[in-house]
């Protein structure tokens, strides 16, 4: 007789993210330039370029929130530093940063819920970096010191990180109001980002 498998406990919160975001996350994946045979130096900072252009305003509407739980740290998860970081490696100038465009449209920021579901897409893409960073890295030669530190952005600490944070997520005391507000935001913000990298056209 077979033993039987232990279930693991998943939070509501996470059941209805992974259902509500798993279209939205495998649409937009296909469509990422990182296995593109046209993707070379050029378009790679032509990528970071548009991902500065949609991490900065985000990262500063979560800022100005208000929004942001009391006993969540948000400032080492920030990623603005570490993309203008690896700009600047890739030749950026810092005039030029200044002028890069920046995404207007948002997720709405009204509630530590919608802050939640943001934090769960950035947050989400740091696993799918450490895929990137090795493509990268063999591809155009980059990592995290010549200008693809953004794909490697927590090194060692990355699977620590996401679990921390999804233990956290899982932890809060949610109604069924709070959970879908968690949704929709995530939601949002896969749906801004794809439109903010379409316009971009630095989508495959």
Sequence with gaps: ???????????????????????????????????????DANAFRRLMQAYYGFYRPLES??????????????APRLKTPTLQRDLHALGESPEGLEHLPLCRQLPVIESSAACLGVLYVLEGATLGGQILRREIATRLSLDADNGAAFLDVYGAA?????????EYLGARLMDVAERAAVVAAAQTTFSCFERWLESREVLA
Aim: charged share 25%; glycine share 4%; hydrophobic share 50%.
């Design 61 to 74: 509407a979560l800022l100005a929130s208000a929004c942001i739980p009391a006993d969540f740290d948000i």
């Design 1 to 39: 007789m077979q033993a039987k498998a232990r279930e693991v406990y998943v939070p509501p919160v996470l059941q209805d993210l992974r259902a509500g975001t798993a279209e939205l996350h495998i649409a937009l994946e296909k469509r990422l330039p990182f296995f593109s045979e046209q993707l």
């Design 158 to 166: 990355t699977g620590r990180r996401w679990r921390d944070f999804i």
